[in-house]
């Protein structure tokens, strides 16, 4: 059975700190994406990998950056959290679908939901 | 950017009724995909379907495209009080590595 795993569940943190989202993939896939989900705005875009030590900006990328030093695990990382980052993440899979944008199907994670104080 | 729009944003219905739910985009696509959300988890995939095909089907849910209209609906029959969940389209089109743009959803909820 597929399986993408986050780290964490819930999260609370204070303004400022360092803050690593982990997610975790057993499929093998090639890609990988990290999205955030606010009520009114739906899924936007963070930041998306299409191979190891890869990375491309999605929609909203600003005040984040990501890591991926192994196929399987994609870390979302915010450098100095702010309020306005309180949100759920949300990451998925998929396989590589190659650049012309085929579009294969995406497995999500349970989702990490963030609180900054 | 958000490209799909689904329509309504919220439907409520009794067990057993259909439910029906629309999504429109903007820019051509590759394929348009379906996935469900229960409130508080991540996303499930339902069904995918590619631009040139116009319905899809899998047990329960009935996905249409019109790629003239840039529209997609999916149809869910004899609908179920487990069936209340956030339903969402998502496009993906161009080179785009497979990315997925996602609407704003619609909020399904069935009455037992």
């Known amino acids: 059975d597929v399986k993408v795993t986050q780290s964490s569940r819930y999260l609370v943190k204070r303004t400022g700190e360092k803050v690593f989202l982990e997610c975790v993939q057993d499929?093998?896939?090639?890609?990988m994406f990290w999205y955030r989900q606010d009520p009114g705005l739906g899924l936007r875009l963070i930041y998306f990998?299409?191979?190891?030590?890869?990375?491309e900006k999605g929609d909203i990328p600003e005040g984040y950056s990501v890591s991926r030093e192994k196929k399987e695990r994609f870390s979302l990382i915010l450098e100095s959290a702010s309020t306005n980052q309180t949100s759920m993440y949300l990451c998925a899979s998929s396989r590589y679908g190659g650049t012309s944008g085929i579009g294969e199907t995406q497995y999500f994670g349970p989702g990490t939901r963030l609180l900054v104080l | 950017s958000q490209q799909g729009e689904e329509d309504p944003q919220a439907l409520s219905i009794q067990e057993g009724e259909n439910a029906t739910m629309n999504c429109s985009y903007k820019t051509s696509i590759n394929n348009l995909q379906w996935y469900r959300q229960n409130s508080g988890r991540g996303l499930v995939h339902l069904i995918l379907i590619r631009s040139n095909e116009r319905e899809k089907h899998s047990g329960r849910l009935r996905v249409t495209l019109d790629t003239s209209k840039k529209s997609s609906s999916l149809l869910i029959t004899a609908s179920r009080a487990a069936d209340t969940a956030s339903y969402f389209c998502a496009t993906v089109g161009g080179t785009s590595y497979g990315k997925l743009t996602f609407g704003q959803g619609t909020i399904l909820t069935v009455h037992p």
């Open positions: 499929m093998d896939h090639e890609n």
């Open positions: 990998s299409y191979d190891v030590k890869m990375k």
